[in-house]
DNA sequence: TATGAATGAGTGTTCATTCAT
DNA sequence: AATGAATGAACACTCATTCAT
């Protein structure tokens, strides 16, 4: 017997449609620059699927903020750093830390975003914790190693180089308009981009350096 | 007998408090979030008033903008880093960079906000470009200090060498929010703060120790 | 048993609610002084409705001008003069003019209004100028056959007499607040209406004569 | 002795460059259309002048409206047609009202607005009766003349033939941008304007021909 | 006589959201 | 599951007018 109408099964492709036109429309104007109207149309949705998948545009924005993170977080640990040498483990993080903020901008935005609104839409993400924890542990583990095999010198607090690996890249990115305006260099040229990764990784193993 | 400047109707006093208001309108809500209306009462002034000043939203906020990088600029120049010695003067200004985030947290949402919109609303500002490049030339001239003293190492780009200062402090600031709930940390715990600039100061020695 | 048609929540209802609103306020006050909350409000319907259906106040208008004139166009097709002997024809199409024009008042302020505008409205309408060649070809076969049979004189432009016609109904009724007070004279007394009409047949019967 | 402020004596001529952009801006873009910051910037005049002199925006327009109309009135008075054989004089009547259309645009767009407004500005000025009743007899004199000379035939209500000669001329340059769109001809080419005239001349000619 | 500063009530337009089907 | 119609509150911006000097 044949099946009537083919056309159900949707459901979970037009959420995710909505989702990714929410990440692009969030990411290049804000929460409050956003419109539900263009990302109910880029997501080829009605808009009032929008409303019954994710309650409110606050709450999109939520949960657009969440699996941003969660995304990072993810890819991350993919990278498989407990198996490579520590001062290798180290510049692949940095290496990767800059990629993935160059081939994924919207996170940058997002995460500003986020920041603007006091972090608000994060508060209650026990996932996003239990990742983040994940993630420390993971860099202290090779801070601990680099310090037992001698190449790192000991008493770095994990939290802060990462904080610092992430500062490096993303204020770079981030403020890459005005920067090019008031530097009168083009942020995002190829060669620029290959030289601010140098200097990051320079910087980085020079802090950490026994 | 000297009469003492007619004030009121005073229409420079009026176009500051827009400007006051506004700054802290647009810090705290973004371009698109800040309301005229709301602008207008912090200010207690007509919105009227906004309109005939600074002609549109938009264009109020290319003038905050535009006045809070003038005031960072010129309080750098007031720390006279010419007349400390190289390690001094690079010391001062990672402190400067910090505590001036600190105390001018809007300086931050600002920035961001600008890049948001691609730096379009500083685009055109002349006044703005000639500060950085007095700005780079002073940052430059520590380091060439440095490296004939023979205390920092040749070929650093005054450049890259200022990004990265402001980076360390602005991204720790600037996702004080996320940041706090992902590392499960108060970012803004006295204590922490002391403990980010050691930890910035540090990183910054180390990076251009000869 | 057949549903009626389902009325309620009805876009096309809605939108005829809009337009009529729209001709009346507009035929009243002008495009600058009609105000959209005025027509909707008249219109039984939400202000943002307008918008939805039609863009802007000023497309609205054009929608209004555009239909006002595609009315009258298709009302003198009705005439059917192709029928009538040519005196008749034209006196026929005297008459017609006179009374559309009082039995649609807001058709004169309307043109008035485009023509403030500098016609900048109706530029694109080509449904509007494929209604008007076929009235004016009307107008020439009428004068043709009058020709043909001897009762007008030849050389009659078509387009001048039928500017005529317009013009002695038109001025007098679009003016009829100012003549009134200039003439001193209640120009829309019921025999002041006949004897205007009675004199304007006149006027072109004299004109056309052979 | 000599005077101390020589800065006054402008009062005039104020006045009479606020008239002027008055009249400029209210015939451009009537007077809900016409904006009071413009027309003082045109007179270069300080707004509050305008209130000063005039009282209001409407009290304005009401001033503009009456001399625009005592002008017209005023420049027929001297055409002297009672001096002319009655056939010339009625062509010349045609000829100058066609004229004084075209040299003034802004009257006729005036006298559109108001009428738009209901007449109500006009209703209480008595110079404009009395400069309206001179008018309307010396049409009637000249009609009285071309009947007693044989050359006009009886029984033409002067009021009437007023209204239509001003009619052809008043319909065909107000309403030029339509009937441009229309009838797909440059309602303003100087060939088309002198065919109007002609066709308008002979118009009237053979409506009073005896 | 003249003026720049200031204002309150609007004015066209847009928004996130809900209703009815 | 999905949709087009509809809404009310808000939004940026404007206006004619008055105040203070």
Redesign the interface.
């Known amino acids: 017997m044949p099946r009537k109408k083919p056309r159900a099964r949707d459901a979970d492709a037009t959420k995710a449609r909505i989702l990714a036109a929410a990440k692009s429309e969030f990411a290049r104007?804000?929460?409050?620059?956003a419109r539900v109207d263009e990302i109910a149309e880029k997501a080829s949705a009605n808009k009032r699927m929008i409303y019954h998948y994710f309650g409110s545009k606050e709450d999109l924005f939520q949960v657009v903020l969440e699996e941003a993170?969660l995304d990072i977080r993810s890819a991350e640990q993919e990278l498989d750093l407990d198996h490579l040498a520590p001062r290798d483990a180290l510049e692949t993080l940095v290496r990767f830390t800059w990629d993935y903020y160059l081939d994924n901008p919207e996170f940058i935005?997002l995460?500003?975003s986020?920041?603007?609104h006091?972090?608000?839409h994060?508060?209650n993400?026990e996932r996003?914790?239990t990742a983040?924890?994940r993630f420390?542990n993971m860099v202290r583990s090779i801070l601990d190693r680099g310090v037992a095999e001698g190449v790192f010198r000991p008493g770095i607090?994990p939290?802060?180089l990462n904080?610092?690996i992430?500062?490096?890249g993303?204020?770079?990115l981030?403020?890459?308009?005005?920067?090019?305006?008031?530097?009168?260099?083009n942020f995002m040229a190829k060669k620029a981009l290959g030289?601010?990764l140098d200097?990051?990784i320079?910087?980085v193993m020079?802090?950490v350096?026994a």
């Open positions: 104007l804000g929460l409050a620059g993170y935005t995460v500003n986020a920041n603007l006091r972090g608000r994060l508060e993400s996003l914790r983040s924890r420390v607090d939290v802060q904080i610092t992430a500062a490096i993303y204020y770079y981030t403020n890459r308009f005005t920067g090019g305006i008031l530097f009168e260099r030289q601010r200097f990051n320079d910087t020079r802090l350096q």
